[in-house]
T-cell receptor, first 114, second 117 residues
Framework: EAQVTQNPRYLITVTGKKLTVTCSQN?????MSWYRQDPGLGLRQIYY???????DKGDVPEGYKVSRKEKRNFPLILESPSPNQTSLYFC?????????????FGPGTRLTVL | AQKVTQAQTEISVVEKEDVTLDCVYE???????LFWYKQPPSGELVFLIR??????QNEISGRYSWNFQKSTSSFNFTITASQVVDSAVYFC??????????????FGGGTRLMVKP
């Protein structure tokens, strides 16, 4: 089954404790991205990757890191989480351009930073 | 820069009523793509439709229909004879064909639809 998976689905942590949210897709998509969803703001892009070893900042990259060492994986790293990073996070993938292509979203990771 | 506005933050209707969710967008590109996603209470994002800027034909899929009007930069979504299962948050989104951000998908703030029995 074609899908995007994220782990963990739920995470409660404390300020400053490094964490990684994993994302994996099995559709051989070049393009992957991370979004965060906050009430009233919709989804905002954090980082994206056009292909292996090619990552770039989205709209709200502060406090986050990513890496793309393999085509299928695109982990999101919070080196020192803070309460304002409490949010619902989505990983997505799609075939490379055109941007007409539908983005496939993972199930989401609900993160709470105390 | 691209922008999507969903002015209705919450809508409440009674089952079987028709309801229209508004979406207004801004873009400098002449080629762009519009999307609607549904987010049910379970939280996942479900793709509903995409439309490119050169195709202004309205689309109907069962009880769902979409009205795309370039003249008013709107891409509205209507649910006919709403059902309780339609209760969800609905997002409108825009992607420009050529940008410097990897063809980022820009979302509106979402409209929460509550359909009461």
């Amino acid at each position: 089954e074609a899908q995007v998976t994220q782990n963990p689905r739920y995470l409660i942590t404390v300020t400053g404790k490094k964490l990684t949210v994993t994302c994996s897709q099995n559709m051989n998509h070049e393009y992957m991205s991370w979004y965060r969803q906050d009430p009233g703001l919709g989804l905002r892009q954090i980082y994206y990757s056009m292909n292996v070893e090619a990552t770039d900042k989205g709209d709200v990259p502060e406090g986050y890191k990513v890496s793309r060492k393999e085509k299928r994986n695109f982990p999101l790293i919070l080196e020192s989480p803070s309460p304002n990073q409490t949010s619902l996070y989505f990983c997505a993938s799609r075939l490379q351009p055109p941007s007409y292509n539908e983005q496939f979203f993972g199930p989401g990771t609900r993160l709470t930073v105390l | 820069a691209q922008k999507v506005t969903q002015a209705q933050t919450e809508i409440s209707v009674v089952e079987k009523e028709d309801v229209t969710l508004d979406c207004v967008y801004e873009t400098r590109d002449t080629t762009y793509y519009l999307f609607w996603y549904k987010q049910p209470p379970s939280g996942e994002l479900v793709f509903l439709i995409r439309r490119n800027s050169f195709d202004e034909q309205n689309e109907i899929s069962g009880r769902y229909s979409w009205n795309f009007q370039k003249s008013t930069s709107s891409f509205n979504f209507t649910i006919t004879a709403s059902q309780v299962v339609d209760s969800a948050v609905y997002f409108c989104a825009l992607s420009e064909a050529w940008d410097n951000a990897g063809n980022m998908l820009t979302f509106g703030g979402g409209t929460r639809l509550m359909v009461k029995p």
